[in-house]
């Protein structure tokens, strides 16, 4: 059937109702009909299943933007790169004419860009064509995404800051600014600016509770998951990314050590500030055997021990002074004495896979002298 129209007078005021959900929809805003049902296919259809990654993220937030737009998404580049990815997970049927097709659209939009009319949705849209380079292993390109990931971001909270005015969508900005952190890995991404992508702990807290639905709360003992847990996890993933770079050739010659060093001393202000201020109180009911303490409080130790233990292991600078530091030792010690007392929850799926806990035992035993280490023992 044919959608009923609205018509005014007038240059670009012609409109389109949408008959599913009453939203007048700018004839500007629409999609060529044979991309029509693929496109809402990806804004509403979709299985989450059929993504994983960094595509999961890109998925989520597309749906994120739509819902705030108002139920149609007017940023042309945004449009052609959800085209795009829609068509990636699809490639087996439709081959790679439409990625491309639809890459280059995007691409046109993004080129048209000016200081003006640039928002959230070219940076969404940046960063979709980052997670499609990816799926389709092209190097290259991903290293010229992650550096307009930069560009984009950086210039959109200057214009906020400029303005006073936050950006409709500037609480999600987070979620993007750390893929820069977990995989910023060229000469132009030094250590500090992708120390620096990290952002406030704080912000990242309120983009994960914003995206996932989830309880913003930060109580040790809870026994939900919550943002401040996907923060600590994601931050942890993108300072071993961090610290395996500063201990190779490739770290950056050029890199003040001064700014590193005191963006890291702010990261460690801001993650020990609050919400772990019961975690000796946890560690001595662990110890000394006051009472049991269940799954979900010692994977949020570990959690914070080990972001910890890596904090300060970055601290001191090249990781063959960390075996000579007495409180990184002390640290690690400790990061093995929770692993090995939740050994008796490890067949239990709550928030940390196995060989992640595993990947801990090994960080935290590592580190300890060749006597210690064998004493951990054996981890199922």
């Known amino acids: ?50 993504y994983d990654g960094f595509s999961y993220l890109a998925m989520k937030l597309w749906r994120k933007f739509r819902a705030g737009y108002g139920g149609f998404i007017p940023c042309a580049s945004l449009r052609h790169a959800i085209l795009a990815a829609s068509y990636v997970q699809m490639s087996s049927v439709y081959g790679e004419s439409k990625i491309i097709q639809h890459h280059s659209k995007a691409f046109a939009a993004l080129r048209k860009l000016t200081p003006e009319t640039l928002d959230d949705g070219d940076l969404l849209a940046t960063y979709i064509l980052y997670a499609n380079s990816r799926s389709m292993y092209c190097m290259r390109e991903e290293s010229e995404h992650l550096k307009g990931l930069v560009a984009l971001s950086n210039h959109l909270n200057s214009k906020d800051r400029e303005s006073g005015v936050v950006g409709e969508f500037a609480v999600l900005r987070p979620m993007i600014s750390l893929v820069v952190a977990w995989c910023g890995s060229d000469a132009h991404q030094t250590s500090y600016s992708c120390l620096a992508a990290l952002g406030n702990p704080w912000q990242l807290a309120n983009a994960n509770a914003e995206l996932l639905g989830l309880p913003w709360g930060c109580n040790l003992a809870s026994d939900l998951r919550t943002a401040w847990d996907h923060v600590l996890w994601q ?8 610290l395996e770079k500063r201990n190779t050739k490739d770290a950056a010659a050029h890199e003040s050590d001064n700014s590193f060093t005191s963006a890291l001393a702010t990261l460690r202000m801001r993650l020990r500030d609050r919400p772990f201020n019961q975690i000796q109180e946890i560690l001595d009911q662990i110890f000394n055997g006051l009472e049991p303490v269940g799954q979900f409080v010692t994977e949020r130790c570990l959690l914070y021990l080990a972001v910890d233990l890596v904090l300060r292991i970055m601290a001191v600078g090249p990781f063959s002074r960390a075996f000579d530091t007495p409180d990184i030792v002390a640290g690690a010690w400790l990061l093995v004495r929770v692993v090995l007392y939740h050994k008796r929850w490890c067949h239990v799926r709550w928030f940390l896979r196995l060989h992640y806990i595993k990947v801990f035992l090994f960080l935290g035993s590592v580190l300890l002298p060749a006597g210690d280490a064998r004493d951990t023992g054996n981890f199922p």
């Open 1 to 50: 059937m044919k959608e009923p129209c609205i018509k005014r007078r007038g240059p670009g005021t012609e409109k389109v109702l949408n008959p599913d959900r009453d939203i007048i929809i700018p004839d500007d805003c629409k999609v060529n009909g044979e991309d029509g049902m693929m496109y809402q296919y990806a804004l509403s259809g979709s299985p989450e299943s059929k």
């Open 235 to 242: 931050s942890l993933l993108a300072l071993l990314r961090i």
